[in-house]
């Protein structure tokens, strides 16, 4: 009996002590794991921060910012805008029409062979520039040249036997004139006379004629071209002319100088009478065929002058001139076609570049012109931008004619004057401005 309850009490007493033991533990960690976590994230935290903070003020604690970093406040308040200007002065102000076209050459032509044949010699290529007359093909000549031949042998025997019959007298000379072959010249001169006032008709005045003639033949006038033709001299003389002419014809040669465009043809290739071997274009100067509006054609006379521009170059210009007014207008579309010439010294132009093309109409004499970017609008007005001392001012102008990238001035402004026209748009009155550029009024 006394030993049960003793071991009672030590089991209770020893599983007391050990849930007392557990719960002590774990009142007591928890808190401490709670704390531990939140000190830890701060210091990160502060730890970052300061990091940044030392990365940002390296440079400066150190001494190593440089000079040419720090604004210059002061300077960028003083500096001005950089802007381009003109210089207003009286010039004559062309007014244009504008219209596209294309350039061609001043003229061009399809070369084509006269004879048939095979070509065995090609001495030219595209683009190159040839004389008047300069060989673009040969064609094989070796039948005519025997051709040739024959015909100078044929009219050397012609020429011995017309000499043999000369000096036996079987030729005479053409006697003075007879009074039978003054009759007929004095009423063949009386039909023109009749024939001229209507008198006679055709018939009349070529009885008339053939009357004359015979007689010189009778009379002995004409007896050594007679002789020449019985005895074929005449003939030979005709054979050999057709010869030579059928050898210049084995030649394709160029019609006046130019360059050279399309070879058609190759060395040994075969072509036909009048077939199209080649182009030959004339391009000292070019030719742009436009059409414009019945209102400006006939304010437009030939010798005005025109500007080109052909953006395939880089948008150069090209000054040229009327050339030639076609006077007519197409009714259905009320236009007309005028044609304007255009030098091409250096030969860059070549046919079919397009071009935008502007032609003078009228030129207003003595007028203030400045580019179209000069003029802003504001609060409804017109107006520029003055250059004075540095200073640009705001200043409200009266608009004229205008004319391509141009426009007259008639009130607000003096000869002498400086007009903003590039970066200026930004500008307020009275701004501080430097003048980088000074462009001349070219309309």
């Known amino acids: 009996m006394a030993q049960r309850p003793s071991s009672q009490i030590e089991v209770l007493s020893s599983n007391g002590g050990t849930d007392s033991s557990s719960n002590d533990s774990s009142n007591t960690d928890r808190p401490r794991s709670r704390f531990r976590a939140w000190h830890g994230a701060g210091l990160v935290l502060l730890f970052a921060v300061g990091g940044l903070l030392l990365y940002g003020f390296w440079p400066m604690l150190m001494g190593t910012v440089e000079e040419d970093e720090r604004p210059d406040v002061e300077e960028a308040a ?15 102000f062309p007014l244009r029409a504008e219209a596209t076209g294309a350039l061609a050459p001043w003229r061009q032509s399809a070369v084509s062979a006269e004879a048939g044949g095979r070509i065995v010699e090609r001495p030219v290529e595209e683009g190159q520039r040839v004389a008047a007359g300069a060989v673009l093909y040969q064609l094989d000549d070796r039948d005519v040249r025997i051709e040739l031949e024959e015909a100078r042998s044929d009219l050397l025997q012609a020429r011995a036997e017309y000499g043999v019959a000369l000096r036996q007298g079987d030729v005479v ?36 004629r053939r009357q004359y003639e015979a007689a010189q033949v009778l009379t002995g006038r004409d007896r050594s071209a007679v002789q020449a033709a019985v005895s074929g001299l005449a003939a030979a003389e005709q054979r ?3 010869a030579e002419l059928a050898l210049e014809r084995t030649r394709v040669t160029a019609p006046y100088g130019g360059r050279i465009a399309d070879l058609e043809a190759e060395v040994g290739q075969r072509v036909g009478a009048g077939e199209e071997v080649a182009k030959l274009l004339d391009d000292g100067r070019m030719k742009v065929r436009v059409d414009v509006l019945e209102s400006d054609l006939v304010r437009m006379t030939e010798g005005g002058t025109v500007r080109a521009r052909l953006p395939a170059l880089d948008n150069r210009i090209v000054e040229g001139t009327i050339h030639a007014i076609n006077p007519r207008v197409d009714p259905a579309t009320g236009t007309g076609r005028v044609t304007v010439a255009v030098p091409n010294t250096d030969g860059r132009l070549v046919g079919g570049l397009f071009a935008y093309v502007e032609l003078e109409t009228e030129r207003l004499p003595d007028r203030l012109v400045v580019p179209a970017d000069a003029v802003l609008v ?60 000074v462009r001349e009024v070219a309309p």
Do not use: K, N
Request: charged share 30%; hydrophobic share 45%; aromatic share 6%.
């Open 240 to 242: 050999l002319e057709r």
């Open 173 to 208: 000379l053409a006697p003075p004139d007879t009074s039978f072959v003054a009759e007929r010249r004095a009423a063949f001169e009386d039909a023109q006379a009749a024939h001229a006032r209507g008198e006679i008709s055709d018939a009349a005045l070529r009885t008339a």
């Open 78 to 92: 003083v500096s001005g805008a950089q802007i381009e200007v003109v210089e207003v002065t009286p010039v004559d």
């Open 378 to 437: 504001r609060q409804g007005r017109d107006l520029v931008f003055r250059v004075d001392d540095g200073r640009a001012e705001w200043v409200y102008v009266e608009v004229g004619a205008r004319s391509g990238d141009h426009v007259e001035i008639t009130d607000g402004l003096q000869p002498g004057d400086r007009v903003a026209v590039a970066g200026h748009f930004a500008l307020a009155h009275d701004a501080p401005v430097e003048v980088a550029e």
